[in-house]
């Protein structure tokens, strides 16, 4: 075991106390199903085996007319398509030298202290990496991606005055557009604060509230919008349209827009000793390898130069494609997607 700041270090405890920490925003995706976690893909895709892209079967509902049943009609049955989804892990590593955490590690609790500010530091690594990947498909190009992109994807940012910002129809309309009578999936929507303001304005979001041992209610930072869980979030994608005003995406979420696993790193926490760099210093790293994998999206590592996809990488459109059957005739079906888009002035 190795030491920082005179204490002794061991990674697979400090792991744990890391693994502890609430993560409130990753919690609420698993709650809400928009994150549907597939342990049994980990030892497909574990580091023992130098696993880093794979594909894994899929299959399509049954469907067709029913025939009548009278004793003379023949019973015909239809085929179902088998389609199959490749995906990658994302692998993140990060590393602190001892005088970030010199405040902390002079306190009382060190392991409680720092496993905090890491826990907090790979939430925000794991929103930045689902952001990229919503980012990339929704570039996809060609006949079928571009169902999807479209039907998915409610602009109203052209419209005139008050109407291209969000109101009390909009979402509604945008999940009955992506994904006609299942609109009722959806159940989880990010947005930038301008979007939210907006809609508190208009009495549109209630805030969730929790109620403390003291019998105190208060408001918590999650509200509603139609039902669904609102987390509002300014790194949500807010640019300048050609008119110069900013054009906000909003992205929603139903039950299992993501397949998502920890495949975990062979070492994930460790620390050096370096007694000669500036008189010496100590160095906490921290590797991780997970998969957020789109539901009926292809992740096709076209434009992929290493063995993990760099953010700009997962944003690129390239890297995505609808899921097709085994011999590549057919497509998923979009409106199986439960991932949509909202595109307004606020």
Partial sequence: ???FNAKV?????????????????????????????RAELKDMFSEQSGGFYGTVPMFAT???????????????????????????????????????????????DFMDNVAVQVAQYW???DQKTILAILK???????????????????????EAGEDAKVAATTLNTAIQKACGDNKDKFSLVFMHSAVATNLENLNLIDRLKYTDENGIQRDLTLGTWCGRTVFIDDTMPAVAGDDGEICYTTYILGDGA???????????????????KNGGRTTLY????????????NFTKAAMATLSPTDAELESADNWEIVKNADGTAALDHKAIPIARIISRG
């Fill in 1 to 3: 075991m190795s030491n």
């Fill in 9 to 37: 270090f061991n990674g697979e405890v400090f792991g744990k106390y890391v693994n502890q920490i609430p993560n409130l925003k990753r919690n609420e995706l698993v709650h809400s199903g928009a994150l549907r976690p």
């Fill in 62 to 108: 049954i469907g067709g007319e029913a025939l009548n049943y009278d004793g003379s009609t023949d019973i015909t049955a239809n085929e179902t398509s088998t389609f199959s989804q490749s995906m990658v892990v994302v692998g993140r590593a990060k590393a602190w030298v001892e005088n970030d955490f010199s405040a902390d590690v002079a306190g009382a």
């Fill in 123 to 125: 939430d925000e690594v």
């Fill in 136 to 158: 990339g498909i929704f570039a996809m190009t060609g006949d079928e991606n571009g169902k999807f992109v479209d039907g998915h994807t409610l602009d109203i940012t052209a």
């Fill in 258 to 276: 993501f397949d998502y696993v920890d495949v975990g790193a062979s070492v994930p926490y460790a620390m050096d000793r370096d007694e000669a």
């Fill in 286 to 297: 921290s590797r991780q390898r997970k998969i957020f994998a789109p539901y009926g999206i």
